[in-house]
């Protein structure tokens, strides 16, 4: 079964337009969710995360998410891109904190910012 | 702390070659992941160490694979017998576990082709 789904394997904006990249999981109790950016040649970094409290969330470089439980929604969003965005944009939940504690991941989203 | 280093960042061999990647994560960071990651799709969790002990392994993990963290620091990932299939990103991710959620930093990655 999959857990995390991200819609649009490949997202196109203008720089300055809004990004939005969707992603929802399947779980029976709330996830911890996670937003990670990955540049080419790099390993994975963290944008920003959801574990409890505020459901709007605010990451690095200006991006946010909302976790939204009725929808079992957690969509990232900017309101302007640039053109240093352009990456590809993963994301990920805990879907129990267990013992391990191990993310699993969506099959990503890649970015690209067009002038 | 200079963050997550893994060696090396690229391996080329050829089927039914053994190989062997390095992961040194943060310093006293008790947590330590691998991760499998192929063309288009997000990283999928192989296995976790809570410093020295192996805790989890994914079905992921065939016969083929073993994995080792001796001293509770770095930690070795080796793949006998390579099969194309083998071919990936491996990351190694790292963290300080201390409560129901702590931040995994990521490596770089060693990507390995199987020729």
């Known amino acids: 079964a999959q857990s995390v789904t991200q819609l649009g394997s490949h997202v196109s904006v203008s720089e300055g337009a809004l990004v939005l990249l969707r992603c929802n999981y399947s779980?029976?109790?709330?996830?911890?969710l996670f937003w990670y950016v990955q540049y080419p040649n790099q390993g994975l970094q963290l944008l920003l995360k959801?574990?409890?409290?505020?459901?709007l969330v605010k990451g690095i470089n200006g991006f946010e998410a909302e976790f939204k439980k009725s929808e079992t929604s957690f969509h990232l969003t900017k309101p302007s891109a640039h053109m240093s965005d352009a990456a590809e944009y993963f994301c990920?939940?805990?879907?129990?904190?267990?013992?391990?504690?191990?993310?699993?991941f969506g099959s990503g989203t890649q970015l690209t910012v067009l002038p | 702390d200079t963050g997550v280093s893994q060696d090396p960042r690229h391996k080329i061999t050829k089927r039914g070659q053994n190989v062997t990647f390095r992961c040194d994560p943060i310093s006293e960071h008790n947590r330590l992941y691998w991760y499998r990651q192929t063309l288009g799709q997000g990283p999928e969790f192989l296995t976790y160490f809570q410093n020295e002990a192996q805790l989890e392994k994914s079905r992921l993990l065939s016969d083929r694979f073993s994995a080792e963290r001796p001293k509770g620091s770095f930690s070795t990932l080796e793949i006998q017998r390579t099969e194309q299939g083998d071919s990936a990103m491996y990351l190694c991710a790292s963290s300080l576990g201390q409560g129901a959620y702590n931040e995994q930093f990521f490596g770089p990655g060693t990507r390995l082709t199987v020729l």
């Open positions: 990920a939940v805990i879907l129990q904190p267990g013992s391990a504690r191990q993310l699993t």
């Open positions: 959801y574990t409890t409290g505020a459901t």
């Open positions: 779980s029976s109790v709330p996830p911890y």
